[in-house]
Nanobody, 124 residues
Framework: QVQLVESGGGLVQTGGSLRLSCAAS????????MGWFRQAPGKEREFVAG????????YYTDSVKGRFTISRDNAKNTVYLQMNSLKPEDTAVYYCAASEVPSIWTSKNKYDYWGQGTQVTVSS
């Protein structure tokens, strides 16, 4: 089992950057596929980015490609989401999630553990 705690959210202007972190407890962090999701008010939780345990494969939703970068440090039990060129439509609560499936899925149903979320607000 793994527990996840996100940090790094905040208020930023359009075009700005933020780096989200997700710290995981447990010694088996490296075996999990990790994902970032987001949920805006009144909308479904949506997939943003994912990374496999070895960092050899990543995947992004189209709206963030070229702007966001997911990475992980298994020695620190941490996954990151670097967000650049932020837009007002990126405003949401961002969640990290862990999946025991050894490949990246965009469906939230494939993820077994979730953090509590961190708010990202992009002002226009």
């Amino acid at each position: 089992q793994v527990q996840l705690v996100e940090s790094g959210g905040g208020l930023v202007q359009t075009g700005g950057s933020l780096r989200l972190s997700c710290a995981a407890s447990g010694r088996t962090f490296s075996r999990y596929t990790m994902g970032w999701f987001r949920q805006a008010p009144g909308k479904e939780r949506e997939f943003v980015a994912g990374i496999v345990w070895s960092s050899t494969s990543t995947y992004y939703t189209d709206s963030v490609k070229g702007r966001f970068t997911i990475s992980r440090d298994n020695a620190k039990n941490t996954v990151y989401l670097q967000m650049n060129s932020l837009k007002p439509e990126d405003t949401a609560v961002y969640y990290c999630a862990a999946s025991e499936v050894p490949s990246i899925w965009t469906s939230k149903n494939k993820y077994d553990y979730w953090g509590q979320g961190t708010q990202v607000t992009v002002s226009s």
